[in-house]
């Protein structure tokens, strides 16, 4: 059973590129969303999705765009990278807002 | 403005000791609370729950003391082991999301 993967796990974009980060859960969840760590702020979501096309944004949802075409991914897609997004981005799943939430093993980004 | 709040960024701890790490919330209206475990270069790992109808759960070493009318929840690990040096993150549950604080770094000293 492989959870919720993501890929790719290191990436360094130059600022104005844009990238898709993509996230994939094999666990039938209908809740999924985007973290992003950044040193002393810990985990602040940037966008969820409650099931297949529906998504709305979290607390730092600014430069991010998402969609939920299958219940299975769940893509994030920077539309122009800026150094303020450099940062570790966490993808995660749940059964239920109520139960535990699955993490990925992050993507690790720096924008120069 | 923080919801969820982790006011010690780091605790270090003798192995075989007690562990206490805290955390503190605004919301009243959460009711479901969960310790999450990161080690370096992987994803938060789940680590114990709680709902706000409970004060107390335990699992194995690890027990989450849940203090409804301080906003206040504490994690204990007892007995503290090297392996448990990670950082910790606490969150609360709201519908369809979860809002996690700023985590503390935990250092167990063999």
């Known amino acids: 059973n492989a959870g919720v993967t993501q890929t790719p796990k290191f990436q360094v974009l130059k600022t104005g590129q844009s990238m898709t980060l993509q996230c994939a859960q094999d666990m039938n969840h209908e809740y999924m969303s985007w973290y992003r760590q950044d040193p002393g702020m810990g985990l602040r979501l940037i966008h969820y999705?409650?099931?297949?096309?529906?998504?709305d944004q979290g607390e730092v949802p600014n430069g991010y765009n998402v969609s939920r075409s299958t219940t299975e991914d769940f893509p994030l897609r920077l539309l122009s990278a800026a150094p303020s997004q450099t940062s570790v981005y966490f993808c995660?799943?749940?059964?239920?807002?109520?139960?535990?939430?699955?993490f990925g093993q992050g993507t690790r980004l720096t924008v120069v | 403005d923080q919801q969820v709040k982790q006011n010690s960024p780091s605790l270090s701890v003798q192995e075989g000791r007690i562990s206490i790490l805290n955390c503190d919330y605004t919301?009243?209206?959460?009711?479901?609370f969960l310790w999450y475990k990161k080690y370096p270069a992987e994803g938060p790992t789940f680590l114990i729950s709680?709902?706000?109808?409970?004060d107390k759960n335990e699992d194995g070493r690890f027990t989450v003391f849940l203090n409804k009318s301080a906003k206040h929840l504490s994690l204990h690990i007892v007995p503290s082991q090297p392996g448990d040096s990670a950082v910790y993150f606490c969150a609360a549950s709201e519908p369809y999301k979860y809002i996690f604080g700023t985590g503390t770094r935990l250092k167990v000293l063999a």
């Open positions: 995660a799943s749940s059964y239920a807002s109520t139960t535990e939430a699955f």
């Open positions: 709680i709902s706000s109808i409970k």
């Open positions: 919301n009243s209206m959460f009711d479901y």
């Open positions: 999705s409650v099931g297949a096309g529906i998504t």
